[in-house]
């Protein structure tokens, strides 16, 4: 079982973007989902969740630029990303807690240009 990530690209800075990332099953399946990102030579790190209830969570560094939403009927979580900086460029990685595993999609490249 895993989890269908989509998007990802080279854009410039301060471009949009935006990454998807569905999971199997009914929303009542996952409790978390999100990503972790990791940059070059650096340890991954979260990024935004959100969980089943609505609550969300971000990392300070992305907070104010990116919104993570869930689409319930496609159990979809979407993260938008605006006025993204070199500092975003990694390897993002979906997420989801799912009927009590931890679910993982594949790495999905960002690189934002200068």
Known sequence: V???????GLVQAGDSLTLSCTAPGSRLSVNRMGWYRQAPGKQRES???IWNGGSIEYA???KGRFTISRDNDK????LEMRNVKPGDTGLYYCYARWLSRDLWGRGTQVTVSS
């Open 60 to 62: 300070d560094s992305v």
């Open 75 to 78: 159990n979809t979580a979407h």
């Open 47 to 49: 990024v935004a969740f």
């Open 2 to 8: 895993q989890l269908q990530a989509s998007g990802g």
